[in-house]
Each structure stands twice: as structure tokens, then as C-alpha cells.
């Protein structure tokens, strides 16, 4: 017989059923800035100039305030304009974070993301694999994006743009890499970073009606079976 005991507990497992659905989050490959609806970005000019050597780790913030620490496994980085030091396939002038023969690439952020993304180009000519893991707080992979690319001389910005969204604002580090070149080392080079800061806004992420429905639900339910219990 159906109890208001057993309608209580069919309330308090649909509303854990409801924060389940609402706090998984799941990564998704972006291939376009426009399809990551970025709100920051991470503008590599602003750590140093033309052809500067930074260096292994350092420290950065995006254009919005966000910090963040940027290292790689070993050696230093380099600062590095397209056409002028960087003979590659970005866009004439772009201000470039060149892994200058090391990486993966590591960004651990101050705050949680729920989205990142960027331009890159292996610096050897040839096909490459690019790839992006997405790590919460407790340094649990939340998942991994690849995409592949093909690196040459044009110029043209025809640099293939990868990105990993998630359905909430739990990003707190990624690692860029390679995860194949037809040359090696497995060094590379990427674009300013956009960045979507605010889960709130991502449309993949539930509505907060939704979680009020499910509960409603379940308060519904538990009211009908102690009505049937009398």
C-alpha cells in the first residue's frame, strides 16, 4: 500500500533526481567562436610583445578580470605574431601563445568556466589532431573534444578553432594538446582564447523552472497519495 511515508520518499527521489539532472554537466566540441558564445577572452598580447620569451609557469588574467595560471611540462613559452615570426595559417597579425617546442598546455583558473576555445595550428606542416580535456575542481575529467586540422603557410586564418562547452560553469583547468602531428615535437600555436564565463546563460544548462517543476512534481504526488491514504 502506498503511504504518505513512501510519497515523502518518491518526493525526495525525484528531487535528488532533479539536482542529478541539473549539476552533470557534459562537454561538447565547439568549432566556431560564435557557436561558444563567448563573454571573455584571454588576449595573449597583453603578457608581453612580439618575439618576448615568458616564462614556464606564468601568470595571466583574461580582458574580464578572470586569473589563471598557464604552464607546460617543460621549457618556456614565447609570444609570436602571425607573419612577422610565425609564418603560419592565422590571420595576418594575430598575437599568438607559441608552446615554443614544449607543451601539453595547462590553464588552471581562478574561478570555474563553463567554456573555452581558440585557434591553433601545430607547428609543423601536415595533418595534426588537436585536443582539449576539461577538468572540474576536484581534477576529475569531465570530458575531452577532438578535432583535426591542417597546418600550413597561407595566412588566410584557415587555423582550425576548437573549443569545449559545458552544460554548467565547471571548468577549473584544461590541457590543450596535440594528440597527433604528421611532423614532431607535438608543439604548437593558439589564438586569443574566448572564454564563456557564466553557466547561467549557457542554453545547454536547465532552466531553474525546470528544477521547480520536478519538484512540484513530486510535492504533487506526495500530496495526491496521503489524500488516497485517508
Known amino acids: 500500500m502506498l503511504t504518505m511515508k513512501s510519497g515523502l520518499s518518491m518526493l525526495i527521489g525525484i528531487t535528488a533526481l532533479g539536482l542529478s539532472l541539473t549539476s552533470q554537466a557534459s562537454i561538447t566540441l565547439v568549432t566556431s567562436g560564435a557557436a561558444l558564445g563567448g563573454n571573455d577572452m584571454i588576449d595573449w598580447s597583453?603578457?608581453?610583445s612580439n618575439g618576448d620569451t615568458i616564462s614556464n609557469p606564468f601568470s595571466a588574467n583574461s580582458v574580464g578580470g578572470l586569473g589563471m595560471s598557464i604552464s607546460q611540462i617543460g621549457g618556456d613559452f614565447q609570444r609570436i605574431d602571425q607573419s612577422s615570426g610565425w609564418s603560419g595559417n592565422f590571420a595576418a597579425g594575430d598575437k599568438l601563445l607559441w608552446t615554443g617546442g614544449g607543451g601539453p598546455l595547462t590553464i588552471m583558473f581562478a574561478n570555474p568556466i563553463?567554456?573555452?576555445g581558440t585557434q591553433i595550428q601545430a607547428n609543423f606542416f601536415g595533418a595534426f589532431g588537436a585536443e582539449i580535456d576539461a577538468y572540474d575542481s576536484l581534477d576529475n575529467l569531465l570530458g575531452s573534444v577532438n578535432d583535426d586540422g591542417s597546418s600550413n603557410s597561407f595566412g588566410d586564418?584557415?587555423?582550425?578553432?576548437?573549443?569545449?562547452?559545458?552544460?554548467?560553469a565547471d571548468i577549473s583547468k584544461v590541457v590543450i594538446s596535440l594528440s597527433y602531428a604528421a611532423s614532431q615535437p607535438g608543439d604548437f600555436a593558439i589564438k586569443t582564447a574566448d572564454l564563456f564565463t557564466d553557466g547561467r546563460s549557457n542554453p545547454a544548462t536547465p532552466e531553474p523552472g525546470s528544477m521547480a517543476i520536478v519538484v512540484g512534481m513530486g510535492i504533487s504526488g506526495a500530496g495526491l497519495l496521503a489524500r488516497r491514504r485517508k
Request: hydrophobic share 35%; aromatic share 6%.
Open 46 to 48: 597583453s603578457i608581453g
Open 114 to 116: 563553463s567554456g573555452i
Open 157 to 168: 586564418n584557415s587555423a582550425i578553432y576548437i573549443g569545449a562547452s559545458s552544460s554548467s
